[in-house]
């Protein structure tokens, strides 16, 4: 596993405890009283780490894709905000 691998599987396990959260009603770290708000909060996050994702695979030739570097780094800042829990790298961390 890649630590890009590693990146995306960190911000999608926050994703799914955030949608469980407001699944169940209770209040995820950043609102208390906003389901609907919530809900497209996730969802949002998670259609950008697809993009994420897609931006990182090799172009049509095998090359590296030139948008990989911007795609650490949004994934990166989405990270940020789970900084705090124990799966959280450092090596994370935006210079």
């Known amino acids: 596993m890649t ?3 590693e990146l995306v599987r960190f911000v999608e396990e926050r994703l799914d405890e955030d949608e469980e959260r ?3 009603g209770q209040p995820v770290p950043w609102t208390t009283e906003m ?6 909060e996730v969802g949002a996050k998670r259609k950008i780490v697809i ?3 897609v931006a990182q695979e090799p172009d049509a030739f095998g ?7 911007v795609a650490r780094r ?9 900084a705090d829990h124990p799966d959280y790298s450092p090596a994370w961390r935006s210079a």
């Open 74 to 82: 949004i994934l990166k800042e989405i990270a940020a905000v789970y």
């Open 51 to 53: 993009l994420c994702k």
């Open 63 to 69: 090359r590296p894709n030139i948008r990989r570097g």
């Open 3 to 5: 630590v890009d691998d």
């Open 35 to 40: 389901t609907e708000r919530a809900y497209r």
């Open 22 to 24: 407001v699944r169940r």
